[in-house]
């Protein structure tokens, strides 16, 4: 006993003296690591966990840290951008549209380098507003299907009520000799009730399906696991297509809790018509090529014939598809949001679940309400994320003070749409959010519609949201309590923690 306390009694001053200089370290390499391609922000708050907790603080930032895909899935949206940008060559001239502001043009190039995708006139579009309206449209169009149905979304559960009658007339189109081609994010439904009835539903369904960004670690497919496809896209025979922040789950998204207390989720959806149903399209042929490891279905979309022809389009409505996500070099919705906001003369009308600006857009906007500009912005009175939500509302302060109006969606529902208005030339739906995780980590859909005609559908909706909130005033919220004051900072950092 005396030899092994003896020995400890050497070896403790040697253990210690190994982590004090792993300590050193580590912070000193860091400093030169961490800052490397990321805002200032987001690198000082990595900096700051890893110098008060070194050893946890690493580890954090070994498995969060990076934003980027595996090089294999990086080279496969790049060969598909540049399949694109061949079958659509011809068309790098905006189609005509019935406006005088030159920044739509120039939008329009911005989200066309990004993500190119052209601009294309010809659609019919329409906003749906109602959760069990959208589902049921959805269903009507997928029982017509005759040739293909393409289907994804961030989350599925199945249920009697909403989306049972969904996966229905999905399995019997099957039947019929439609081909349905399915995917579904596998974080973002394996946390849902029901994960493993609906996996075994699916296997006996017939409907070709596949998780997107699978996290299996020992089948060496690990990567930063909070790096999700957070897009919703229904397309049915190239002919009509649906897109917008609504997931494939009963309105309280199976939850206990939810139901106890009657939260549902308020979503937006649009349902589209015309050229750009093959845009959408093509998101999804890339994103089903990551995940089936087969390019047949973007090869057939490619191959095809760029625009369609006069007698197939059905509307007037002129718009862009725009995907962002870490596939690509730049943060393209935060691009884009900014380019509009910055552009607007009137007005702006922004509703967002999880309203997490980075700086650039943070300025945009106060800049925007600064400068004249009608800014309104739809938000939860209260979230069902506790960090994201107490993170959103340090913002209101500078907020309110620029002159944003800020409108409480009240609560227990979670409004959950994605959208903007500026001015009455342009309209934004999808499925992003305007915070860090949507700009950076997540892969998301944006449709630009073009026309004082999709604003005004797009503003009856916020109006109904404005009908319905309570605005919150500068003086009532400079008199919240100062513990709130403080959560809400900290929950601010963990924000930038990307």
């Not at 040739?147 to 009658?165: A, K, L, N, S």
């Not at 980075?358 to 506790?386: H, K, N, P, W």
């Amino acid at each position: 006993m005396m030899l092994g306390e003896n020995f400890l009694r050497e070896l403790g001053p040697t253990v210690w003296a190994l982590a004090v200089t792993f300590d050193i370290v580590v912070r000193i390499v860091m400093i030169g690591v961490v800052p490397g391609n990321r805002r200032p922000t987001t690198a000082m708050a990595w900096l700051l966990a890893i110098f008060f907790i070194p050893v946890v603080g690493l580890i954090l930032y070994l498995l969060f840290a990076n934003p980027r895909l595996s090089r294999r899935r990086l080279e496969k949206q790049r060969r598909a951008n540049e399949a694109i940008l061949q079958a659509t060559s011809h068309m790098d001239s905006p189609v005509e549209f019935h406006s005088d502001e030159e920044w739509i043009e120039s939008a329009a190039v911005l989200n066309r380098t990004l993500g190119a995708l052209p601009l294309e006139g010809g659609n019919e579009v329409e906003v749906i507003s109602d959760y069990r309206a959208s589902l049921e449209a959805m269903r009507r169009e997928i029982d017509k299907a005759t040739t293909f149905v393409h289907i994804q979304f961030y989350i599925m559960g199945d249920d009697p009520d909403f989306v049972g009658p969904v996966l229905d007339s999905l399995e019997a189109a099957v039947k019929r000799g439609v081909v349905v081609r399915l995917l579904f994010d596998h974080l973002g439904t394996a946390r849902v009730a029901g994960y493993g009835q609906l996996k075994r539903r699916l296997k006996d369904s017939g409907i070709e399906w596949k998780r997107m960004l699978p996290v299996a670690p020992f089948r060496r497919r690990w990567r930063r696991p909070d790096l999700r496809n957070h897009r919703k896209i229904l397309v049915v025979d190239g002919e009509v297509a649906f897109t917008g922040s609504q997931n494939l789950i009963e309105p309280g998204y199976k939850r206990l809790s939810s139901h106890k207390v009657g939260r549902e989720w308020v979503e937006l959806m649009i349902q589209v018509r015309g050229p750009l149903v093959r845009s959408l399209d093509v998101v999804f042929a890339t994103d089903w090529w990551q995940e089936a490891d087969t390019d047949d279905v973007l090869q057939d979309l490619t191959d095809a014939r760029y625009p369609l022809p006069a007698s197939d389009v059905p509307g007037e409505t002129v718009g862009q598809v725009v995907p962002s996500g870490p596939g690509y070099e730049d943060e393209n919705n935060l691009r884009l949001f900014n380019t509009l906001i910055y552009s607007a003369s009137e007005r702006l009308k922004i509703t967002s679940p999880y309203f997490v600006p980075d700086d650039s857009m943070l300025y945009a906007i106060t800049t925007a309400a600064q400068r004249g500009i009608e800014v309104d912005l739809f938000v939860c009175e209260s979230g069902d994320q506790f960090l994201v939500h107490h993170a959103q509302q340090s913002y209101y302060q500078v907020l309110l003070e620029a002159g944003v109006r800020i409108y409480l969606y009240p609560a227990p529902m979670v409004l959950h749409a994605k959208c903007f208005t500026v001015d009455d030339e342009v309209a934004v739906v999808g499925s992003s959010n305007m915070d860090m995780r949507s700009f950076s980590l997540n892969m998301e859909i944006s449709v630009m519609l073009l026309g004082a005609q999709m604003v005004d559908q797009v503003n009856q909706v916020q109006a109904h949201y404005r009908s319905i909130s309570k605005e919150l005033t500068l003086e009532e919220w400079e008199k919240r309590p100062r513990l709130q004051r403080w959560v809400d900072n900290a929950a601010r950092l963990t924000a930038t923690l990307q």
